[in-house]
């Protein structure tokens, strides 16, 4: 056996090639600390995978069959965030379901009801038929950073209990759901994702979990998309308490417009575009408190709106009832309302 190929076998089997400066080979060992950096990152990854990995479960879901379509089948993930059986997974798993069975690590299975869902955010809150049953705890999402190490667990194509590791690649990211609103601060990782994950936890290397695997870029490689956590935590506490996510409504149709430059100036307004009021619905909030068609709304409770994405954002936090100052351009006019939100029907309305 040649020099040369003794010592690609010795590499092989675990040591490292490096060239001479003349061009010729000398083998190197690994060193104790890069043997011991492998290894902290390989226990962190198991560790996680231990604690996290029972309470994630895979979701099979039915839909009755019609004229058109036949019987409909379908798969996902969810994770377990409370031993008495509620499990957080994806709106667009579970929309328009007859029958949800989920399955845990451990061959376990249990049929599953739905306790509500947000298609705003795309999540759901399921319960399976169980008690004492392992679970996650949801992390501080806002902590994260670019580089963070993250592991996604979940049911690609089936197959159970997959992971996938990955950093957090961005933050504040936004997707359009499928109402229309926007889902803001959205996690994008390089963990890999499959159709299957969804619904599947993202967890930090202290085995939390940071977020909701939700969508993927099918033509793109090593990019994909969460729902953070923070998001998930206050959609679940409504679901669980209301069995809806309860978002405030003005009754009214908008769209952006840019100012112009003079009303900027003459009124010192601190954006360039507006939300004009294209319709008022009657007896709704809008008119109720005088605001016509044709206004322009710059501000609402305090924070500049500068588009219909804007004025979601606000009555996500504004509570229900309570008199949100709303301040309009009527021509040269600048004039301030307060208007009382009622609750929406509609996800996707202002």
């Not at 010592?7 to 043997?35: D, M």
Request: aromatic share 4%; charged share 20%; with cysteine.
């Amino acid at each position: 056996m040649t020099k040369d190929r003794e010592a690609v076998l010795r590499f092989i089997e675990g040591e490292r090639i490096e060239p001479e400066p003349e061009g010729s080979c000398r083998v190197r060992s690994e060193t104790a600390s890069e043997v011991e950096l492998l290894d902290a990152y390989s226990r962190a990854v198991i560790t996680v995978v231990e604690a996290v990995g029972p309470a994630v479960v895979g979701i099979a879901v039915s839909r009755t069959p019609t004229e058109r379509l036949p019987l409909q089948q379908g798969a996902g993930s969810g994770v377990i965030i409370a031993p008495d059986g509620y499990i957080l997974t994806n709106d667009h798993v579970v929309q328009g379901t007859d029958s949800i069975s989920v399955t845990l690590q451990d061959g376990r299975s249990f049929e599953a009801g739905t306790i509500g869902t947000d298609p705003s955010t795309d999540l759901a809150v399921l319960r399976a038929n169980g008690s004492g049953l392992p679970f996650a705890s949801l992390g501080d999402s806002g902590a994260l950073k670019a580089g963070q190490l993250v592991i996604a667990i979940g049911n690609p194509f089936g197959f159970q209990s997959t992971v996938s590791t990955g950093v957090v690649s961005a933050l504040g990211r936004a997707l359009r759901s499928r109402d229309g609103r926007l889902i803001e601060n959205i996690i994008q990782h390089t963990a890999p994702l499959n159709p299957g994950n969804s619904g599947g936890p993202l967890v930090d290397s202290r085995g939390r979990v940071v977020g909701v695997n939700s969508a993927i870029i099918g033509i793109a490689q090593g990019i994909g998309f969460s729902i953070p956590a923070d998001t998930a935590r206050w959609v679940a506490a409504q679901l669980l308490t209301h069995g809806r996510v309860r978002r405030g409504l003005l009754g009214l149709a908008a769209q952006q417009r840019r100012l112009d430059r003079r009303l900027i100036r003459f009124h010192r307004l601190a954006g360039d575009y507006g939300v004009e009021v294209v319709s008022v619905e009657a007896h709704g909030p809008a008119q109720k408190a005088g605001i016509r068609n044709g206004d322009v709304i710059v501000l609402a409770a305090g924070r500049v709106a500068a588009s219909v994405d804007d004025i979601h954002r606000i009555l996500s936090a504004w509570p229900i009832g309570k008199p949100l100052p709303v301040v309009v351009v009527r021509g040269q006019e600048r004039i301030e309302f307060a208007v009382e939100p009622i609750e929406s029907a509609a996800s996707g309305a202002a």
